[in-house]
């Protein structure tokens, strides 16, 4: 037992030691690699989740349940001239997918400290929260996070700018 009770103390220095390298690395570094590095990866996911569908995030995004509304998005894609004609899943005007990919106006990326907040600005998009209930736009699979964490690790602990 008193085996166990060092390991157990040697595993909570090691990650309070984590931690504290964590909340000591320089601030300002870390907020330039979340805008130039993770704020890019970020955003290819994003264009991948919506050109799949929700696929690439491991679940594809549910069918349209009404009929009706699946003719008149297309209908309103066309008279608008919009691209895709209205069959891609949560895309018609492209306003929420450009909020979401950064590709128009609406995404919000904020890097603070050793924080990291990336959203869609409802005051652009006023519907992203409503649209997002039944088909996830913000919920990533582990290996997307994995892939944005590991650059991360490396920057922090390896010193790679």
Known sequence: MSDAKGIRFEMEACFARLDQMVTNARPEAIRGFFMRIILPLYKNAQRERWMSENASEGEQWMQLTSEAYAKRKKKIAAEKSYPGGGTKL??????????ATGDGPGL??????????????IGQVDYAGYASEKRPTMKFSDETIASWTEPLSKFIFGGEK
């Open 90 to 99: 949560m895309i018609l005007s492209g306003a929420l997918v450009g909020a």
């Open 108 to 121: 919000y990326a904020i890097a603070s400290g050793t924080q990291f907040t990336i959203g869609i600005d």
